[in-house]
């Protein structure tokens, strides 16, 4: 099992977010979290990640506990991009990751390019445009090389080529056996990537395979009444 909540709850400020809520993930590949702002999408990720606590239940990740350590060593969290530092260069960022993994400093190239940011690397993050940001995230997530990835809206902010560039890195990362939880408000976009997607409902996760001719959209309207 890649990943596993059992029974989990959690509430903040006396408000439930979710209420013995489950969900799993048995086979690698692409996996989208859609729901409506305020829902805990975000929320989710964090209590994946181990950076906050369920009042109950369970995490698991590859079988063990989602400890710090099961976490640093399985998962690659893709935050908001308030983690950034805009006194810092995106190749500074990059540099700290490695340094941080073990990772040859090598591959700091080899990611940039990856995502076509070699010509701003070394620019100050302050000087970065909002797509810019959203691929510098990526790039410090893909250095890491993680089994497990969450991504929190990847997809944000990002104009047309930026997103066909993430578009593809996200789609090259299933093919190659690689886990990943993306949340996404773009839902045209998220079933470029997957039709595999967790809705949250009444403070359960609910798991959700697009068959063919059905949309993103029209399920999120099911769920949720259409969007304004």
């Keep these: 099992m890649i990943l596993q ?32 702002n305020g829902a805990g999408k975000t929320t989710l990720l964090n209590l ?6 369920p009042q109950s239940g369970q995490i698991m990740i590859q079988g063990q506990p989602n400890s710090p350590q099961q976490v640093f060593d399985q998962v690659a969290f893709l935050q908001d991009n308030s983690v950034l530092y805009g006194y810092l260069s995106g190749r ?13 400093i090598t591959a700091i190239e080899s990611v940039a390019d ?9 620019r100050r993050v302050k000087k970065y445009s ?6 510098l995230l990526l790039a410090m997530a893909l250095l890491v090389d993680r089994p497990l990835m969450l991504l929190d809206e990847p997809l944000n902010g990002l104009d047309p080529t930026s997103l066909s560039i993430v578009r593809e890195t996200l789609l090259d990362l299933g093919k190659k056996g690689t886990t990943a939880l993306i ?8 079933m470029r990537i997957t039709r ?33």
């Design 5 to 36: 909540v059992a029974d989990m709850s959690f509430g903040w400020r006396q408000q439930p977010i979710f209420a013995h809520a489950s969900m799993q993930i048995e086979q690698p590949g692409l996996y989208g979290l859609v729901a409506p």
């Design 48 to 53: 994946i990640a181990h950076l906050r606590t």
């Design 92 to 104: 500074e960022h990059l540099r700290f990751v490695a340094e941080t993994h073990q990772i040859p």
């Design 114 to 122: 990856q995502l076509d940011m070699v010509d701003y690397l070394d």
């Design 130 to 135: 909002l797509g810019m940001k959203q691929r």
């Design 183 to 190: 949340s996404s408000h773009n839902l045209d976009e998220m």
């Design 196 to 228: 595999d997607i967790f809705f949250l409902v009444d403070h359960q996760i609910e798991f959700y395979h697009l068959a063919a001719g059905e949309t993103a959209e029209a399920r999120y309207n099911e769920l949720y009444g259409k969007r304004s």
